[in-house]
């Protein structure tokens, strides 16, 4: 079954440091998001992404991130300047655009900013 | 500010009984609704989607849906240890495709 892979499964990174956060799509999926969870908290959509730009982008997602489909498979959430209050566990998700939006999540990175 | 509102739970149930989980959201335009199970650090998984009033079964998972009163259910037959997780309601507001808004999620915890 066609799944949603990201890497790395956990990034460690120190307060101020740029990540960058790495997606593969399900190949015939057309929108991409990225989703966040902060631990026990609830999934908070971050932005999506369509035709090669953004959709729509929640408040959380300010100028300190940035997405991009550098090729025909990727799409990464690159995070300028990391904040303590960055980490969490961020998913990626995809969906053809059918009827209702059905997103299929990633097995999502747990980022980790200390 | 539009707001999905779930009971966090725990519900705890016996094997073989019937879990009815239940979710209420604040916007009368949404359109579409969802169920997503999550295991503990694991991603939302999609078990429901429901998109008309009324009922929409899918094997032991049944999906109701009241636009009136904004309240969107799942109950789950026959529960097993193994859906033991927290199930997410997530609702459409009419943003752009795929902008989902997220309860909090009730844990269920199935008793062998």
């Known amino acids: 079954e066609p799944e949603v892979t990201q890497t790395p499964s956990h990034q460690v990174t120190q307060m101020g440091q740029e990540v960058i956060l790495r997606c593969v799509p399900i190949s015939n999926h057309l929108y991409f998001y990225w989703y966040r969870q902060i631990l026990g908290q609830k999934v908070e959509f971050l932005v999506s992404f369509y035709n090669n730009e953004i959709s729509e982008k929640s408040e959380i997602f300010d100028d300190q991130f940035s997405v991009e489909r550098p090729d025909g498979s990727n799409f990464t959430l690159k995070i300028r300047s990391t904040k303590l209050e960055d980490s969490a566990m961020y998913f990626c998700?995809?969906?053809?655009?059918?009827?209702?939006?059905?997103?299929?999540f990633g097995s999502g990175t747990q980022l980790s900013v200390l | 500010q539009k707001e999905v509102e779930q009971n966090s739970g725990p519900l705890s149930v016996p094997e073989g009984a019937i879990a009815s989980l239940n979710c209420t959201y604040s916007?009368?335009?949404?359109?579409?609704f969802f169920w997503y199970r999550q295991y503990s650090g694991k991603s939302p998984e999609l078990i429901m989607s429901?998109?008309?009033?009324g009922d929409k079964e899918d094997g032991r998972f049944t999906a109701q849906l009241n636009k009136a009163s904004q309240y969107v259910s799942l109950l789950i037959r026959d529960s097993q240890p193994s859906d033991s997780a927290t199930y997410l309601c997530a609702v459409d507001y009419g943003g752009s495709q795929g902008n989902l808004i997220f309860g909090k999620g009730t844990k269920l915890s199935v008793k062998p």
């Open positions: 429901i998109y008309s009033n």
């Open positions: 916007d009368r335009v949404s359109q579409s």
């Open positions: 998700a995809s969906s053809d655009g059918g009827e209702g939006e059905k997103l299929f």
